[in-house]
């Protein structure tokens, strides 16, 4: 008589099997939740490059002595006059200084030395628009030049300006071609600052 075991076998490793998988799926997640709670409590722990720091403390000058007022009083005209100082000097290092123009003020200060104009034909914040606009120009037979400048909250500009002019005559015959061609210029005065 033979018997069939193939029924019991089934019954019996499928209890121990679902138990096993519950304990492990238990496991796992108890492990993910504790690396988890690590991982948290490691990038609280570390400073954060993002916050600003706080700026370093000024250290205080030497109280002057009270036998000495000569002293004391040098030493407090001293510090508003460093104190007045701007913080950046860029201002001063510049070559010159520009303003837009108008045709008085063009006319006034023909013979002026120190000041020059330019007709800016278009200012953009891309390289290749500026040259697009400085080859058109060529192409009307005008020669332009283009500076970059890097304007605060504002990025970069190229600018595409013609000149130095100092002949109001040779200015205006160049204003007036490239009205008729219609590329619009904005007269630019600029003060030189070493002449």
């Given at each position: 008589?033979?018997?069939?075991?193939?029924?019991?076998?089934?019954?019996?490793?499928?209890?121990?099997?679902?138990?096993?998988?519950?304990?492990?799926?238990?496991?796992g997640l108890v492990l993910g939740l504790a690396v988890a709670l690590g991982v948290a409590w490691y990038i609280?722990?570390?400073?954060?490059?993002?916050?600003?720091?706080?700026?370093?403390?000024?250290?205080?000058?030497?109280?002057?002595?009270?036998?000495?007022?000569?002293?004391?009083?040098?030493?407090?005209?001293?510090?508003?006059?460093?104190?007045?100082?701007?913080?950046?000097?860029?201002y001063k290092i510049l070559p010159g200084v520009e303003e837009p123009a108008t045709d008085q003020q063009?006319?006034?200060?023909?013979?002026?030395?120190?000041?020059?104009?330019?007709?800016?034909?278009?200012?953009?914040?891309?390289?290749?628009?500026?040259?697009?606009?400085?080859?058109?120009?060529?192409?009307?037979?005008?020669?332009?030049?283009?500076?970059?400048?890097?304007?605060?909250?504002?990025?970069?500009?190229?600018?595409?300006?013609?000149?130095?002019?100092?002949?109001?005559?040779?200015?205006?015959?160049?204003?007036?071609?490239?009205?008729?061609?219609?590329?619009?210029?904005?007269?630019?005065?600029?003060?030189?600052?070493?002449?």
């Open positions: 008589m033979s018997r069939d075991y193939k029924g019991n076998d089934r019954k019996g490793g499928s209890r121990g099997s679902s138990g096993s998988l519950f304990a492990g799926i238990l496991i609280n722990k570390m400073p954060t490059p993002f916050q600003p720091k706080a700026p370093a403390a000024k250290p205080e000058p030497p109280k002057a002595a009270a036998s000495d007022p000569v002293k004391a009083a040098d030493k407090a005209t001293a510090r508003p006059a460093e104190e007045a100082k701007p913080r950046f000097d860029f063009l006319r006034e200060t023909k013979a002026a030395a120190r000041e020059s104009f330019y007709l800016q034909a278009g200012a953009f914040q891309n390289a290749p628009d500026a040259d697009n606009l400085k080859a058109r120009l060529a192409l009307i037979g005008v020669q332009a030049s283009i500076q970059t400048t890097t304007l605060p909250d504002r990025g970069v500009w190229h600018r595409v300006r013609l000149g130095p002019y100092g002949n109001v005559e040779e200015l205006n015959r160049t204003r007036d071609t490239l009205k008729k061609n219609g590329i619009d210029t904005t007269l630019i005065k600029v003060r030189d600052a070493d002449k």
